[in-house]
């Protein structure tokens, strides 16, 4: 669980500074071992259901969090799922891994004290962008697009680090924001050298995500440079400008962000395909995040 450890601003200048900040990080923040053995467990071809429920069983408090989010709305599963063996069995593998892995980096953030950053509107904008996300690149046809949820999801797990690392710049930042009207991230890559979109990044690898999570969320803000995993990239850019734009929850952005032509070119879709994928990612989102924030 987090607790607010500041680091000095000198140390932490550039892009090594980056590397110093990640590793502070994760003294204080990062997955729990159970997702690692996970990892293990569902790669090995002798595994079974009652070995992976098991290996889950050991977490209590992880198992009770994963059964209400299994149950809400947003995953509509056609029964109530009552046990972790049933949970293993219904949702399917890649599910299992989404939400250990949502749970774990709730649990893992929610320590940062109330008066530093409303966590209910930072988790409202991060799942309505993941949410929007998912169906921009399913709607467009894209292999994989379930994919996106979980990069969307995350995309400004930096903006936690920065809370829970940096409050001071953080309060300064916020103050020239509300004073300049400049894009937070512009302000973070001047005075840092880097945005929260690379320290994001940065600890996803560091916790060994794979590359089609941390890389999308590097570059959700230069969809033109996001290489293989483009199409992830650019669909988290439209869904955070459309999620920015309607005002659903907020991470410290506040104001409007472009949505830059590029992205909707390059998945190929139209700003009407965007508005139903906002207005269905509104109709979900609240209940997941009461989900998110009971205990």
Known sequence: MASVNPVNLADIHGFAGLDFLVAEVDKLVSLPDIYYRLEEVIVDPSSTTDSIAGLLRADPDLCARMLRMANSAFYSFPTKIETIERAVSTIGLRQIRELVLVTAVIKAFEGIPPGTVNMSTFWEHSVAVGIMAREIGQHAGIPNAGGFYIPGLLHDLGRLVMYLKLPGLMHDLLNQRAISGQLMYLL????????????????????????????????????????????????????????????????????????????????????????????????????????????
């Not at 999570?213 to 570059?219: A, L, M, R, S, Y």
């Not at 850019?237 to 459309?242: C, F, G, S």
């Open 188 to 295: 973070e890559q001047d005075i840092l050298n880097y945005t929260h979109a690379d320290i994001g990044g940065r600890l996803l690898e560091f916790w060994k995500l794979p590359q089609s999570i941390w890389e999308p969320v590097v570059k959700h803000h230069d969809p033109h440079n996001a290489g293989e995993f483009s199409a992830a990239a650019c669909s988290i850019h439209i869904a955070d400008a459309w999620v920015n734009t309607n005002r659903m929850g907020s991470s410290g952005a506040e104001f409007e962000l472009v949505m830059d032509a590029f992205a909707l070119d390059q998945i190929g879709v139209d700003i009407e395909v965007v508005e139903q994928a906002g207005r269905l990612s509104d109709q979900q989102t609240h209940t997941l995040v009461r989900q998110f924030l009971s205990h």
